[in-house]
């Protein structure tokens, strides 16, 4: 069997601006969402961060010295055009294209993402963010501006990170859309603006350079909870909505029939015009990526066919007793890995390019002794395991595999506690020190996962 990894495989790190950069009012930058008390978050942990907007050297030598050759970092919106959708900031413009300048240098290849949760303020609370088309308008400007920028230089896209969650129930704040209670009418027109504004991106990429854009996806492995068959019915419902609709966006560039006819039977208005069904067709994308950390049961019992599929995750989730869990709650499922390798790739026919995975810790250093992460070295090694097994086994075409957040940065709650990093970064003094997995990374990138 085959199982040597291909020349030129990405092993590296993934991450978004607002965990990394702190420097929330320097540079010329406007605020964001993040930068205010919106959404239950808490301003102040977004604002110093890893603090990478004053140093990100040191944290690119610490990759290096891993042996990653990728690192997916977002740009930030809101720091390059501080009120959304006015002048560009040329000093926000110049920290990025520094940035990539100290990437290439050392030999790793950068991922751009264009968008991860943190809507300029001032677009937010004009126009509610993605509700309005206005803002999908300016986010194409500002990305096919980045794209004249650096796609020279970085051959590597994404445009919404976990593209399916701007569509879930609790996560408004993520496309900026600050009212309260959105109807399914509001989710599926910011679904639709989103989806064109990542079209429309993706043919202008392909029309002006040779790099490529992928679509992105939060993944969760999801079983039926019993053998009843109405769990199946409903999961393979959810899996229609939830992934598959974005999926044949953009891989064949149209929405799912299964998923028009739910909004023609409930007379959905998504601000669907003229014109857009071409755009859709035009912006096929190269790979489709994802994030994944686990797996979860759907219990369908209270669920009905007057239930918006895309919810019924957050109506009918229950936890694997099969499994172990961290104290999130968050699940260790290597298989389901593989499967979602699997799937995307066998019914999408695009490469599959995995960009989060991780494990939350809570962990805290006694400033002495290296900090024993075991769980995480087996964590990530299982899951890699998984991938070889997709690839090899099962034919998978796999582009890199990144890990979330592998020097420490906030969760997406703001709470440092829960960390995913081989290097633990002091809550205080911003001091980085590696951890016992650091070195097994290490190992396993310069070998091209040889040696795990
Ligand atoms: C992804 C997000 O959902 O998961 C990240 O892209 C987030 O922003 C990561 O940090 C891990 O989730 P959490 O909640 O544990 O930080």
């Known amino acids: 069997m085959e199982n040597k990894m291909p020349e030129g495989f990405f092993w590296g790190n993934s991450t978004s601006s607002m965990q990394t950069e702190g420097g929330w009012n320097e540079g010329g930058k406007g605020q964001s969402v993040y930068d205010v008390d919106t ?92 509700l309005s088309r206005a803002v999908e308008e300016a986010f194409v400007r500002f990305g096919k501006e980045m794209m004249r920028r650096f796609s020279s230089r970085v051959k590597y896209w994404i445009v919404f990170n976990e593209h399916n969650l701007y569509f879930a129930e609790g996560f408004e704040h993520y496309s900026g859309v600050l009212k309260k209670e959105l109807t399914v009418n509001d989710c599926y027109t910011v679904f639709h603006h989103t989806m064109l504004a990542h079209c429309e991106l993706a043919d202008f990429l392909h029309e002006i350079s040779d790099a490529k854009i992928g679509g992105m996806l939060a993944t969760t492995e999801v079983y039926p909870a019993s053998t009843s068959p109405k769990d ?52 096929i994308s190269d790979f489709i990526s994802f994030s994944y ?29 099969l499994l172990s869990h961290n104290r999130w709650g968050w699940s260790i499922d290597p298989e389901g890995f593989r499967n979602i390798l699997n799937r995307i790739y066998r019914e999408f026919g695009l490469p599959v390019f995995p960009i989060e995975n991780g494990i939350g810790q809570d962990e805290s250093w006694d400033g002495e002794h290296e900090i024993e992460d075991d769980v995480r070295i087996n964590y990530h090694k299982k899951h890699i395991e ?14 890199g595999y990144l890990g979330w957040g592998l020097i420490d940065i906030p969760a997406s709650g703001g709470d440092i506690d829960k960390r995913y990093g081989a290097v633990y970064v002091e809550p205080e003094t911003l001091k980085r020190v590696p951890k016992k997995s650091f070195h097994w990374f290490k190992k396993v990138f310069g070998s091209n996962g040889d040696e795990l």
């Open 232 to 283: 199946s019915l409903y999961l393979r419902k959810f899996d229609e909505f939830y992934n598959r609709n974005l999926c044949d966006v953009y891989a064949f560039g149209h929405y799912s029939d299964e998923v028009l006819t739910f909004i023609r039977n409930h007379k959905i208005e998504m601000d669907f015009q003229k014109g857009d069904e071409l755009i859709l067709e035009r912006g």
């Open 39 to 130: 959404a239950g978050r808490t301003a102040k942990n977004w604002q110093i961060t890893i603090d990478n907007f004053h140093d990100y050297q040191h944290d690119f030598d610490l990759m290096k010295e891993m042996n990653m050759n990728m690192y997916r970092f977002q740009i930030s919106w809101s720091r390059v055009v501080p009120d959304g959708d006015g002048d560009f900031n040329e000093e926000g413009i110049a920290f990025y294209s520094e940035m990539i300048d100290e990437l290439l240098s050392r030999g790793i290849e950068p991922m751009i993402c264009l968008y991860h949760f943190d809507m300029p303020l001032v677009l937010a609370e004009k126009y509610n963010g993605f």
């Open 293 to 321: 950390y686990r797996s979860v049961l759907l219990d369908a019992t209270t669920l009905t066919d007057e239930d918006t599929p895309n919810f019924y995750l957050s109506k009918a989730m229950k936890l694997n007793p």
């Open 386 to 399: 998984a991938m070889k097994n997709a690839m090899f086994l099962d034919g998978v075409d796999v582009i």
